[in-house]
Antibody
Framework: EVQLVQSGAEVKKPGESLKISCKGS????????IGWVRQMPGKGLEWMGI????????RYSPSFQGQVTISADKSISTAYLQWSSLKASDTAMYYC????????????WGQGTLVTVSS | QSVLTQPPSASGTPGQRVTISCSGS????????VNWYQQLPGTAPKLLIY???QRPSGVPDRFSGSKSGTSASLAISGLQSEDEADYYC???????????FGGGTKLTVL
């Protein structure tokens, strides 16, 4: 069974760093792209970027380039989304999801990680 | 402001047929296929329709999709209470090189 399991909710202060994770199982982790999608409170879905764990090829949405870093460790089938300095506006639910190629739909999603940034 | 435009809300009574529209441009819907996601309250999105009108395994045939030009639509027939959710359309945008989503449509089953 394909599963993407994300790390738990986080509460951080502005300026702090954070790295959340997404562990894949039940499929060949290095053969699919893993993307990240933001959903701000009460809002819609926004595509942030995507990584191919097989060779770490990474693409970012211009809206998120320089704001976050996407990485992966194929040895433990885990993808990451990280911030070096959080802002209150980063408060959102973050989902990871799988696709076969970058222009394919996301067929499996993680359960989401809620990030709250507040002083 | 979302790149793809959806009505913010839709509603219907059990058994009815409802449709949700999604409008885009030549760089997204006009040149690529459309996918639809269903997000039940408090859960992650789920792929509902891909490649304009294809249903993943397990999705009831009450759900159907279509596309014409730079617009697409999702139809739900035989509406059920468990269909109450947010629905999002999505397409790859060749100009922006990103996936773009609609703002979402909240479906209420009256």
């Amino acid at each position: 069974e394909v599963q993407l399991v994300q790390s738990g909710a986080e509460v951080k202060k502005p300026g702090e760093s954070l790295k959340i994770s997404c562990k894949g199982s039940g499929y060949s982790f290095t053969s699919y792209w893993i993307g990240w999608v933001r959903q701000m409170p009460g809002k819609g879905l926004e595509w942030m970027g995507i990584i191919y764990p097989g060779d770490s090829d990474t693409r970012y949405s211009p809206s998120f380039q320089g704001q976050v870093t996407i990485s992966a460790d194929k040895s433990i089938s885990t993808a990451y989304l990280q911030w070096s300095s959080l802002k209150a506006s980063d408060t959102a639910m973050y989902y990871c999801a799988r696709s076969f190629i970058t222009t394919d739909p996301f067929d499996y999603w993680g359960q989401g990680t809620l990030v709250t940034v507040s002083s | 402001q979302s790149v793809l435009t959806q009505p913010p809300s839709a509603s219907g009574t059990p058994g009815q047929r409802v449709t949700i529209s999604c409008s885009g441009s030549s760089s997204n819907i006009g040149s690529n296929t459309v996918n639809w996601y269903q997000q039940l309250p408090g859960t992650a999105p789920k792929l509902l329709i891909y490649s304009n009108n294809q249903r993943p395994s397990g999705v009831p045939d009450r759900f159907s999709g279509s596309k014409s030009g730079t617009s697409a639509s999702l139809a739900i027939s035989g509406l059920q209470s468990e269909d109450e959710a947010d629905y999002y359309c999505a397409a790859w945008d060749d100009s922006l090189n990103v996936w773009v989503f609609g703002g979402g449509t909240k479906l209420t089953v009256l």
